[in-house]
């Protein structure tokens, strides 16, 4: 289920939010948290309106590319790709930090020494056909992006991030 902004939230809800969480990684606008099954990322330099966006953004390239398969072969199989939706999108009523909740994806990325990476014509492609088709700029698909995973259909490439940095996500 994907929610396209929750209810403020209060300072103290906040930390209750993230807070013993574990910081899995820092990324070029957000920190990441892993929580349960969930990862929560905190945006301290975007605002709403910009998270909420890269929200709207990331839901219409699933619509576009989910279950897409790839003209590509790793380990003798083409790849699914998937794309890991934002399903909520938070702000706090006191500092104002900007979070996102979605699924916590497993598994190693595509940047990873095991694998083999992709042309990166292959992820241009990708990023050059959603922002044709959603009219944004700034979306960069990376291999650092892309988790690895086998499923009983063969090899998802899972994106959990559309944009290498979401600050440059801007509409055209």
Not at 56 to 65: G, N
Not at 115 to 133: A, E, M, N
């Amino acid at each position: 289920m994907v929610e396209l902004f929750s209810r403020s939230i209060h300072e103290g809800n906040v930390s209750d939010l993230v807070g013993d969480a574990k910081r899995i990684a820092e990324g070029q606008d957000s920190e990441v948290f892993k929580i349960g099954r969930r990862v929560v990322k905190r945006y301290p330099r975007l605002d709403l309106e910009q998270v909420l966006d890269y929200q709207e953004v990331t839901q219409q390239a699933k619509d576009i590319l989910d279950g897409t398969v790839l003209d590509y072969k790793i380990r003798g199989q083409r790849p699914i790709i998937i794309i890991n939706p934002i399903n909520k999108v938070i702000e706090s009523e006191t500092n104002y930090d900007v979070f996102s909740v979605s699924s916590f994806i497993g598994g190693p990325t595509l940047n990873s020494r095991k694998h083999r990476q992709p042309t990166s014509s292959l992820f241009d492609d990708i990023s050059r056909q959603i922002i044709q088709q959603t009219q944004f700029r700034g979306i960069n698909i990376i291999p650092l992006n892309v988790k690895i995973q086998k499923s009983r259909r063969g090899i998802n490439f899972v994106v959990t991030d559309i944009c290498a940095r979401v600050k440059d996500l801007k509409q055209i």
